[in-house]
């Protein structure tokens, strides 16, 4: 699987029913959040890069919720 880029990675947040919060005081992320019924998930993405390394990737996955085949369905 190839990996992402942070754009698409927001784009399938964005599908998914995440909403961005706004940036970060630095402005080097910005944070997407999405409410469910037992609490809000929050999820914070590091903006303009071309590759997301793996570990990172799995860490924003478990933030999310999605399993990784949801996810990448959505970014595809």
């Known amino acids: 699987m190839a990996l992402p880029s942070s754009d698409e990675v927001i784009a399938a947040l964005i599908k998914d029913g995440f909403h961005p919060r706004g940036k970060s005081r630095g402005g080097s992320h910005q944070v997407f959040r999405k409410e ?4 809000a998930r929050t999820v914070p993405i590091i903006l303009g890069k071309k590759e997301i390394p793996r570990g990172t990737l799995r860490s924003w996955i478990r933030l999310a ?9 959505l970014w595809k």
């Open 36 to 39: 469910l019924p037992g609490g």
């Open 65 to 73: 919720g999605p399993t990784a085949t949801h996810l990448a369905a």
